[in-house]
């Protein structure tokens, strides 16, 4: 959602994940144990269409028999917040914290104010807007946030 210039180190360094990088490789790369719960976790992320939270994690390992109990989901998430393996970002207007895997992509995201339901969208209509403000200005924009708000089509019927 920000554009944090280490996010983007990182990326460079390590280059993009291939689609199926398995994840004992992403968890011993960051010196991590490869556990049941981190790797369900993991997958859980990857597979969801858009941001998860903890409960919905926990949730769906409950339905896959892991047995895990809720803090436990935190504390998995937490690690591999630090470990910037997933991102961990909040929407306005909710307290709910959310959680996706990390791409090393640069995103933005329109929020339905009625379902509540989150997407990625793609394109970022602010890197000309960036070069301008060097250019005009000399100001080296290192991130930005930008989030769209509205009424998804689901809702609009
Ligand atoms: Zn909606
Ligand atoms: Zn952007």
Same mark, same amino acid.
């Given at each position: 959602?920000?554009?944090?210039?280490?996010?983007? @180190?990182? /990326?460079? $360094?390590?280059?993009?994940? #291939? $689609?199926? +990088?398995?994840?004992?490789?992403? =968890?011993?790369? &960051? /010196?991590?144990?490869?556990?049941?719960?981190?790797?369900?976790?993991?997958?859980?992320?990857?597979?969801? @269409?858009?941001?998860?939270? +903890?409960?919905?994690?926990?949730?769906?390992?409950?339905?896959? @028999? !892991?047995?895990?109990?809720?803090?436990?989901?935190?504390?998995?998430?937490?690690?591999?917040? &630090?470990?910037? =393996?997933?991102?961990?970002?909040?929407? +306005?207007?909710?307290?709910?914290? !959310?959680? &996706?895997?990390?791409?090393?992509?640069?995103?933005?995201? !329109?929020?339905?104010?009625?379902?509540?339901?989150? !997407? $990625?969208? #793609?394109?970022? #209509?602010?890197?000309?807007?960036?070069?301008?403000? +060097?250019?005009?200005i000399g100001f080296?924009?290192?991130?930005?946030?930008?989030?769209?708000?509205?009424?998804?089509?689901?809702?609009?019927?």
């Amino acid at each position: 959602m920000d554009k944090k210039p280490s996010n983007r @180190a990182v /990326g460079a $360094a390590i280059g993009r994940e #291939p $689609a199926q +990088a398995s994840y004992k490789e992403m =968890l011993s790369r &960051e /010196g991590l144990k490869n556990t049941k719960h981190r790797n369900s976790v993991l997958h859980i992320i990857e597979k969801s @269409a858009q941001p998860v939270t +903890a409960e919905q994690i926990y949730f769906a390992l409950v339905n896959q @028999a !892991v047995s895990i109990n809720l803090s436990s989901v935190y504390r998995v998430l937490n690690t591999l917040v &630090e470990k910037h =393996l997933i991102i961990k970002s909040s929407m +306005a207007g909710e307290n709910k914290a !959310v959680f &996706e895997l990390n791409r090393f992509e640069h995103k933005h995201y !329109v929020v339905c104010t009625q379902c509540k339901k989150v !997407v $990625a969208v #793609p394109g970022c #209509p602010l890197e000309d807007y960036e070069k301008m403000l +060097a250019d005009k200005i000399g100001f080296d924009v290192q991130g930005h946030q930008l989030e769209l708000y509205g009424i998804c089509r689901d809702c609009k019927k």
